[in-house]
């Protein structure tokens, strides 16, 4: 069996070192907001080159709080992808403001900048561009509307940890941005985790305020806030695997890349990387119209694969108030042609060219 992601090989690598620093963590009884979490917050800040790292309990949050620190709010009018996780518009649901998905495009998947500016109203106040799959979105352009038209840039970097565009960090660029330590991120904890990241010293307060109950000084709350703290032993746990990501991305990149020479004579569109960003390949997507005999052909030889996203959150229930008569037809397409591969540091040549075996084969050649 080859699994999406090998969260066991990982640690039986970094075992003595999470190991220790869990036991150390457990000996200090420092659980809520502790020295971990601090030195996390510092160790990320200085790696992704921004003045704030606040840590928070979720991506989801990650997003919410700085939507909600950015004072987004009822009436306003976000824009964002169709093609991402939900977490994305929930979070601007949660405050209040109406999601606006536009097309994206066809290459990297991620907000086209002609696309948001044709969506701009009176009602615009901020745009959320997806790092879809660490890929980064075109930040300059989509910067340059937003400067422009005097917007708020909120970037989801869920899936983006490491990337870089012109030589920037993804999540160093906008108002602010969110990120998420899900196990199976490039960067992930042992449950659920969060970053929120700003150069702003107002808005990393209001974010610092709301994660802790509305509350600067215990017990005196100035607003209603949430329970939203990255917990003390994740942070012990991502602070380990910080000291590795350049290797664990550097070794995405190499099966990344491998994929491709190995699959570029087949009938099929291998990942695009635009030559502006560095890809970090949280996911490794490709498009096919024979996608449904390569997964099955993929899941008989005991291969995981997956398809991230079967239905664009234009159409989607939870948005159908939202969304009715949008038609999105790159994303759509998108979604009817996507699969992802395996993809994580430590998968080997042998698995690799098994993989590129079967769907060789799926494909008829």
Do not use: W
Not at 163 to 173: E, F, L, Y
Not at 328 to 349: F, K, N
């Amino acid at each position: 069996m080859i699994p999406m992601v090998d969260l066991k090989a990982q640690y039986a690598n970094l075992k003595e070192e999470i190991d220790r620093s869990l036991q150390e963590a457990l000996d200090s009884c420092a659980f809520i907001l502790g020295p971990n979490v601090q030195a996390f917050e510092r160790e990320a800040a200085d790696y992704l080159g921004v003045k704030h790292a606040i840590g928070v309990a979720s991506g989801t949050d990650a997003l919410h709080l700085a939507l909600r620190a950015a004072g987004i709010g009822q009436g306003d009018e976000v824009i964002t992808s169709p093609f991402t996780f939900i977490a994305t518009a929930e979070a601007i649901r949660y405050v209040g403001a109406t999601p606006v998905f536009v097309d994206i495009d066809p290459r990297s998947f991620n907000l086209q900048p002609a696309t948001v500016e044709a969506a701009l109203t009176e009602r615009t106040t901020a745009v959320m561009p997806v790092h879809l799959f660490g890929q980064p979105a075109d930040l300059p352009a989509i910067g340059a509307i937003c400067e422009r038209r005097g917007l708020k840039m909120i970037e989801d970097c869920a899936q983006s940890f490491g990337a870089t565009v012109d030589g920037r960090q993804t999540g160093s660029i906008g108002l602010s941005a969110g990120f998420s330590f899900f196990p199976s991120k490039n960067l992930g904890c042992y449950g659920d985790g969060g970053l929120v990241t700003t150069n702003s010293d107002a808005l990393a307060e209001h974010v610092r305020v709301l994660r802790n109950h509305g509350s600067q000084v215990r017990y005196y709350h100035q607003e209603i806030g949430y329970n939203s703290r990255l917990d003390e032993l994740q942070a012990a746990i991502l602070r380990v695997k910080l000291r590795h990501i350049e290797e664990y991305n550097g070794n995405r990149r190499r099966v990344a890349h491998r994929y491709s020479e190995l699959l570029s004579d087949l009938p099929l569109d291998t990942p695009f990387e635009d030559g502006i960003g560095r890809h970090v390949y949280h996911q490794y997507t490709l498009l096919s119209d024979r996608r449904d005999a390569i997964m099955q052909a993929l899941q008989a030889a005991g291969i995981a694969c997956a398809v991230y996203y079967p239905v664009p959150l234009h159409r989607q229930q939870a948005f159908a108030a939202d969304c009715a008569g949008v038609q999105l037809p790159v994303a759509d397409d998108i979604a009817g042609r996507c699969l992802s591969l395996p993809i994580y540091p430590e998968l080997g040549e042998s698995d690799i060219l098994k993989v590129v075996s079967v769907i060789a084969d799926a494909c008829g050649r």
